[in-house]
Antibody, heavy 121, light 110 residues
Framework: EVQLVESGGGLVQPGGSLRLSCAAS????????MNWVRQAPGKGLEWVSY????????FYADSVRGRFTISRDNAKNSLFLLMNSLRGEDTAVYYC??????????????WGQGTLVTVSS | QSVLTQPPSASGTPGQRVSISCSGS????????VNWYQHLPGTAPKLLIY???QRPSGVPDRFSGSKSGTAASLAISGLQSEDEADYYCAAWDVSLNGQVFGGGTRLTVL
């Protein structure tokens, strides 16, 4: 069974940092591209970042570029998101999401349950 | 303001057919496949339709997708109470180099 379990969320002050982790199991992690997607309270889904299966290709949404860093450890089946210079508008549930293999259009076929990040003083 | 445009709400009665539209541009829907997601509050979003009109295993054939030019559509036939959820369209945007989502459509089953 595919499982994606996020951790590391919590309350942080504006300007602070937080590192999210995602533990993957039940599939060949090294074969899949991965993403982070977030949902702010009362808002819709927003894509945050993408990383290729090898980690060689990375993309970010304009809203987080320069502040967030995505990475992965294929030896430990883990995905990470380091978030610096956090702002109130970064408050959201952050989802770790797997991309389907070999299908155009980057469908996101498995989602974790999410971890809540609250940026507030 | 979302890159892809969806109506904020839709509704129907049990057994009816409803359709949700999604409008984009040449850099996303016009050049890349569209995917649809169903999101029930408090749960993880679920992939409903991929590559414009393909259903993942386990998704009932009551759900169907289509695309024409820079617009896409999700249709739900034989509406059921458990279909009440938020629905999002999404596509890769070649100009932004990232996924873009619609603002979401809240479907109410009356």
């Amino acid at each position: 069974e595919v499982q994606l379990v996020e951790s590391g969320g919590g309350l942080v002050q504006p300007g602070g940092s937080l590192r999210l982790s995602c533990a993957a199991s039940g599939f060949t992690f090294t074969s899949h591209e991965m993403n982070w997607v977030r949902q702010a309270p009362g808002k819709g889904l927003e894509w945050v970042s993408y990383i290729s299966s090898t980690g060689n290709t990375i993309f970010y949404a304009d809203s987080v570029r320069g502040r967030f860093t995505i990475s992965r450890d294929n030896a430990k089946n883990s995905l990470f998101l380091l978030m610096n210079s956090l702002r109130g508008e970064d408050t959201a549930v952050y989802y770790c999401v797997r991309e389907t293999i070999a299908v155009g259009g980057a469908p996101l076929d498995y989602w974790g349950q999410g971890t809540l990040v609250t940026v507030s003083s | 303001q979302s890159v892809l445009t969806q109506p904020p709400s839709a509704s129907g009665t049990p057994g009816q057919r409803v359709s949700i539209s999604c409008s984009g541009s040449s850099s996303n829907i016009g050049s890349k496949p569209v995917n649809w997601y169903q999101h029930l509050p408090g749960t993880a979003p679920k992939l409903l339709i991929y590559s414009n009109n393909q259903r993942p295993s386990g998704v009932p054939d009551r759900f169907s997708g289509s695309k024409s030019g820079t617009a896409a559509s999700l249709a739900i036939s034989g509406l059921q109470s458990e279909d009440e959820a938020d629905y999002y369209c999404a596509a890769w945007d070649v100009s932004l180099n990232g996924q873009v989502f619609g603002g979401g459509t809240r479907l109410t089953v009356l």
